[in-house]
């Protein structure tokens, strides 16, 4: 059952507007640019309006748990949805695996020379007298997945304490973007999508956990508008803007 907080307190942890929109949508910051666009296109194939607030995964699942009202979670690992739906919020049947992506180590640098991602790679000398820029290795999902590779790579022990931690993966990006960071770990997607960055490497799949965003309605909250961009996401313009954007679209089976 969801604990009841007063309305201020929930109002204030979503944008301005928000209670005019049909659906109210917590998603993960990495889906920035390709729900922006989204939104939009299904405010005009469907005439319903949805509202997204941005922030990590972690810290919009625990929104949730406190009573926020979002109508849809979109997160970016199975790990905040499970917590979810061990809690009773997540709305039977509506819960599926709706995109995939890849890690990337970005530069600061445009001209930057590509990288080996391997357990020989000096990421040490690479970064200077700067640091790494990463999103919370301990509660974002970006983080999470970025803090495992390089773990697997033998990596992370040489530079763990010269990582410069953001609240999600688009302020880690903006870190590096800004020229405050030299390097940083992020999402492929978001390195796409700031084009003053450069994609100096990926990282290899094994080297870390499947990157799966489920989507799924919030308990009690599956009215015909959220059921309608529950559909949209799945249907052929949201599935170019994910594809145009870098994602992989999951069928309903994961694949």
Excluded at 167 to 179: E, F, I, K, M, P
Excluded at 215 to 225: I, L
Aim: contains cysteine.
């Amino acid at each position: 059952m969801r604990r009841l907080f007063p309305i201020a307190f929930c109002v204030a942890l979503a944008p301005a507007g928000v209670q005019a929109a049909d659906v109210l949508v917590f998603a993960a910051s990495s889906l920035k640019t390709a729900l922006d666009d989204i939104s939009a296109e299904f405010a005009e194939a469907t005439g319903y309006s949805a509202t997204v607030s941005f922030a990590g995964s972690s810290a919009l699942a625990r929104q949730i748990q406190l009573g926020a009202p979002a109508d849809v979670f979109l997160s970016a690992n199975v790990a905040w949805m499970d917590a979810l739906d061990a809690d009773g919020l997540v709305e039977p049947g509506t819960r599926r695996d709706l995109l995939g992506n890849t890690l990337a180590l970005i530069a600061a640098d445009p001209q930057a020379e590509t990288v080996t991602l391997d357990p020989g790679l000096d990421l040490a000398a690479l970064l200077g007298e700067g640091r790494l820029a990463m999103a919370l290795v301990e509660a974002v999902p970006a983080g999470i997945y970025g803090r495992t590779a390089l773990e697997s790579l033998g990596v992370w022990t040489t530079i763990s304490a010269r990582v410069a931690q953001t609240d999600n993966v688009r302020a880690a990006l903006a870190l590096v973007s800004s020229g405050e960071a030299p390097l940083g770990v992020v999402y492929t997607t978001d390195a796409l999508a700031d084009t003053s960055v450069a994609i100096v490497s990926t990282f290899p799949p094994d080297s870390h956990p499947p990157i799966t965003y489920p989507v799924a309605a919030m308990t009690g909250r599956a009215t015909s508008a959220v059921r309608a961009y529950l559909d949209f996401l799945g249907g052929a313009a949201a599935r170019e803007v994910f594809t145009r954007q870098g994602f992989r679209v999951l069928d309903d089976t994961g694949g």
